[in-house]
């Protein structure tokens, strides 16, 4: 073979091998953006329930408290439970349209990263701001599931207890509060507290989070 078509099959050589490692690429980006959009996909269904479930407790409540407006204890459990369900409405219907703005339109790996990290991060600060009120909040539910079921006035029948449950919930808010201001910021070593961090941001948008960190350290290999 001459020396000329030597360099000839040696280059053809090199451009099927260029264009093999380029399909590689292509195919392990392929599968690890299809992975991250499956999680995506199930995070939004998942926010989708989220929104009908409290868009119907915000309707019992609501009738609720219109039904028990003359009582005036009644009616402020039934106000508070109802701007806490609208809050929660506000903050999933928030949540899928940031997700739905990832999901639906094409970006550069590195813009999608950057969008899935501001949805985690406003995950967890919805999720500690609609948590943190459920110490008290939560008593409350029953009370009216009851008065509206079977006619009984709970806290008319026991209001010292219920407000002793209320100072432990309040107790409980401080803490948290506490431990969330401790290790806002520091990198966190417990597995324990890193599950309850990833309980809060999405296991589903952690999923696909690492998905995307895959695509690009691959790309930068």
Known sequence: MELDELK????????????????????????????????????????????????????????????????????????????????????????????????LFDAPVLVLQRRLAQLRRFRVYSTLALGLPWWCLWLLVPLVAVMDFTGVDLYAAGAGWIWANMAVGLVGIGISVWLARRFAGRPIRSPFLQRIVDDMSGRNLRNASRQLDEIVRFERA
Request: with cysteine; proline share 1%; hydrophobic share 55%.
């Open 8 to 103: 000839q099959a040696w280059a053809r050589m090199e451009i099927r091998q260029e264009g093999m490692e380029e399909l590689l690429r292509q195919d392990f980006r392929d599968q690890r953006m299809e992975k991250s959009r499956a999680s995506m996909r199930r995070t939004l269904w998942w926010l989708g329930l989220e929104v009908v479930g409290w868009i119907a407790f915000v309707v019992w409540v609501a009738s609720f408290w219109v039904a028990q407006r003359h009582t005036p204890h009644l009616l402020l459990i039934g106000l508070l439970l109802h701007v806490y369900g609208l809050a929660a409405i506000w903050s999933c219907a928030t949540q899928w349209f940031l997700l739905a703005r990832i999901y």
